[in-house]
């Protein structure tokens, strides 16, 4: 269960979850530096630059799995089939992560070309020692073969070409115009799709380049290649601008394609992947129903989408703006044993997504703000037994997570990036199950003393725009406020808190799964809501240069 959620300029991994942590902005605190723009710091005469990303965190929090083969590792769907849920009992545990990355750039080159490398260290304290395995290894006597390769990719100057460059082998996936080896965090994390469709790491071959006052990216990646005899494979193209038109204003579009011949193969774990796997019902994605007699599937998906931005860092301004639409169309298709190589159409695919963020700043830096957001996506009230499917699709029915949603400022309602082992939240996928959503988010921060404490308040709200069986629509509201204290350069403490009143979407056995395997879903009635999720948690952070 690995990939990437970051929230620290390379977008620091949350491995089983996930991507992400802790980014170095321009005002150089921890939140939100690339790594190229960290090997600037490198001497001249050096071929080989080193940087760290250290993270760790206590947490107490009444949310928990249910399942003992759980208790190291949790990704996706409060409620759902990774077994989280709430009780009176209260989890207090410790978590760390450490990620080494590595830029060779050897001057016989003369700088033309590097190679990067970045690696993942995690594990709750006191979990597993003597083994083999990701995520653990800090049990007494520890000596556990844990290491994680996130990235591992060489990147080559285009010849006769000046701003263009290609990239080969294992990188970051993300839905973005923007370079993530040459961009803060925080500018793909506010600009674009804002990685809520890719979010991750993946093989491939990337070009960047920038001409006619134009920004282009064209990627190819096989996200799983299964038998290699075989046309079993997962594959995806990008083509994706951006110009910009003048101050901070810019426009993009892009066109991706993803064509998935697996017929479900391959994936994370037991859980498979693709539109009719159990990894979705995981991620909190809508799954497909495939009928039993179905030899293979076949699965075409194309995004083609629009968006915009203004000042969204709110360093040139105080007003700040970016709004995107997508769309994601497409069809599943079939074959019979009696005819496997002849495919008929299942379902057609066609959904919408969209956003938009305005950030106002009323202070002297850029977190005295304050920033509204919105999304909606559209639901599928009734699947396919109409041949069609009306909702989104992201990169969440291939990975684990493989888009993240991580941006909103909430922590239970959407998930948040502050994570190690553990990431889940209320909705964890644009699709929200399929069903879609319509959700807002508030958020406000002070610098109480510029640069070095600043305090932030949050709420976010959620309705599902499809009502559950025997549920309702609202999903709920969140309550939440962080702490940060930048004692050092690069390094901050800071406390978090978090609370979700849970609303009667919850009462669904569609989102909370009745313990009676012969549940009547027929005649479903209302269920007991779970209790309402908090979290406290205390964050040490430190981007090493």
């Known amino acids: 269960m690995a990939t990437s959620l970051l929230l620290t300029g390379a977008l620091l991994a949350f491995k089983p979850p996930a991507t992400a942590p802790a980014p170095v902005s321009p005002a150089g605190d921890v939140e939100s530096a690339s790594p190229e723009q960290l090997g600037r710091t490198r001497r001249p005469d050096k071929d080989l630059t080193f940087f760290g990303y250290f993270f760790t965190r206590a947490e107490s929090t009444n949310v928990s799995p249910a399942n003992d083969l759980f208790k190291g590792q949790v990704v996706g769907r409060l409620f759902g089939p990774n077994t989280t849920t709430t009780s009176d009992d209260r989890a207090v545990f410790l978590e760390q992560r450490f990620i080494p990355f590595f830029i060779y750039e050897p001057k016989i080159l003369s700088k033309h070309a590097r190679l990067r490398a970045s690696f993942e260290l995690d594990w ?13 290894g800090s049990a007494f006597t520890a000596d556990q073969v844990n290491l994680q390769t996130q990235n591992v990719q060489v990147e080559f100057d285009i010849p006769r070409l000046d701003g263009w460059y290609v990239d080969l082998g294992l990188q970051r996936l993300y839905d973005t115009t923007y370079d993530p080896y040459r961009t803060v965090f925080e500018q793909m994390q506010y600009t674009g799709t804002r990685l809520n469709f890719w979010g991750s790491d993946a093989v491939g071959l990337t070009v960047h380049g920038h001409s006619w006052g134009q920004k282009f990216k064209l990627g190819a990646y096989q996200l799983y290649e299964n038998l290699i005899q075989e046309d079993d494979d997962v594959s995806l193209f990008e083509l994706a601008t951006d110009r910009h038109l003048g101050r901070t204003l810019h426009v993009g579009g892009h066109v991706r394609y993803l064509r998935d011949t697996s017929s479900g193969a391959g994936g994370v774990s037991v859980l498979g992947q693709g539109p009719s796997s159990a990894l979705t019902e995981y991620n909190g994605v809508h799954r497909f129903p495939i009928p039993m007699e179905a030899e293979r599937y076949r699965t075409h998906v194309a995004w083609t989408g629009v968006d915009a931005s203004y000042n969204p860092l709110l360093a040139a301004g105080r007003l700040g703006a ?75 029915t291939w990975g684990a997570p493989g888009g993240l949603l991580s941006s909103s400022g909430t922590y239970l309602l959407m998930p948040h990036a502050f994570v190690v082992n553990r990431y889940y939240a209320a909705v964890t996928d644009l699709s929200n199950m399929g069903f879609g959503m319509t959700a807002g988010t508030l958020n406000a921060s002070v610098d109480i003393l510029p640069n070095q404490l600043e305090l932030k308040l949050g709420t976010g709200v959620a309705r599902s725009n499809i009502r559950p069986i025997a549920g309702d629509e609202f999903i709920g509201a969140e309550l939440n406020g962080r702490l940060t204290w930048r004692f050092r350069p690069l390094v901050a403490l800071e406390a978090h808190a978090a609370y979700l009143w849970l609303g009667d979407y919850f009462a669904s056995p569609e989102i909370v799964a009745p313990e009676d395997d012969d549940y009547d879903f027929a005649n479903a009635t209302p269920q007991p809501v779970p209790g309402n999720p908090w979290t406290a948690f205390l964050t040490l952070r430190w981007l090493m240069i």
């Open 124 to 136: 709750t304290y006191g979990d597993v020692n003597n083994s083999t395995g990701g995520n653990f």
């Open 322 to 396: 970016s709004a995107y639409v997508v769309g994601n169309f497409g069809q599943i298709s079939t074959s019979t044993a009696e005819a496997p190589t002849t495919f008929e159409q299942l379902a057609k695919i066609g959904g919408l997504a969209a956003n938009a963020r305005l950030a106002f700043r009323y202070g002297r830096t850029a977190r005295d703000m304050i920033a509204l957001e919105g999304t909606y996506t559209t639901g599928d009230a009734n699947g396919i037994t109409d041949g069609t499917y009306s909702g989104v699709i992201t990169g969440n």
